[in-house]
């Protein structure tokens, strides 16, 4: 590694350091992406443009889109303690990748509508305009994340919410991907083949059948290690199971 490359990497880190956010390479090439499938996904629960745009001011402090982004804190709005253990359990439970957007925007929703009831009512009385877009983001800051000094950070992740995101995304019930990034997504798109995995997250499903809505016929635990047959359906590894041929997502595990 040259001089030049040096300065550039000791920037790149200290600008990490001084963040608390690792910004990868993959995290900066994907970022756009991630934008949209955030903005898409939070519609697809319902949300109202302004809704939906106040909550991604507050996932863009957090994390930059990054459903990774963190260590003790994680992902999109950086659950910690038993809130990401909830998360993973939720996903667990769903069939659903606790480090995807798509699985981590559905654990939001659910802790909005259950646990966090308060900050969800006070978000969805918020009109579709520009100013509901200040709203929501001021709200979701205050009464969701609940910073330090929440007057001042829910007062800039409203502004950002109306100013950097609501004039992007008005009138849109959902946004596409250009044909960059989708040929990028399917190019990076995990393929699974037969062999032994090792489950890496805290609870695995055990299905009757290769899909999430089939019965569940047991768990397996973080460590345990399955020999896959086949798979199905694309990331559904059969294996046998007290004497049974059953599956599990293999998206939850890990090849070894």
């Known amino acids: 590694m040259n001089k030049m490359k040096k ?14 956010l690792f910004v990868g390479p993959s995290l900066m090439a994907d970022a756009a992406t991630n934008e949209k499938l955030t903005y898409n996904a939070l519609m697809a629960h319902k949300f109202t443009t302004s809704q939906a745009t ?7 402090h957090e994390s930059r889109f990054n459903p990774k982004a963190g260590g003790t804190f994680y992902g999109l709005v950086q659950w910690g303690g038993a809130r990401k253990s909830s998360l993973r359990r939720y996903c667990s439970r769903h069939g659903l990748n606790s480090s995807s957007i798509v699985g981590q925007v559905s654990y939001l929703v659910h802790e909005l509508k259950t646990v966090e009831h308060s900050a969800y009512s006070k978000v969805k009385k918020t009109a579709n305009s520009a100013a509901g877009s200040y709203k929501s983001g001021y709200n979701f800051s205050y009464y969701y994340e609940r910073p330090a000094n929440k007057a001042a950070t829910s007062r800039r992740r409203g502004s950002t919410a109306k100013n950097k995101f609501w004039s992007k995304y008005k009138g849109k019930n959902s946004v596409s991907v250009n044909v960059a990034e989708s040929v990028k997504t399917k190019a990076t798109k995990k393929t699974y083949t037969a062999g032994t995995y090792k ?58």
């Open 199 to 256: 489950v890496n997250n805290s609870i695995l499903n055990v299905r009757r059948k290769p899909t999430v809505s089939s019965k569940k016929m047991g768990v397996l635990r973080r460590g345990q290690k399955i020999k896959v047959r086949t798979v199905k359906n694309g990331k559904w590894g059969m294996f046998t199971y007290q004497g049974k041929t059953c599956y599990v997502s293999l998206k939850l595990a890990k090849r070894v």
């Open 54 to 60: 106040g909550i991604m001011a507050n996932i863009y």
């Open 7 to 20: 300065t550039l990497a000791a920037v790149a880190l200290v600008c990490a350091m001084v963040t608390g």
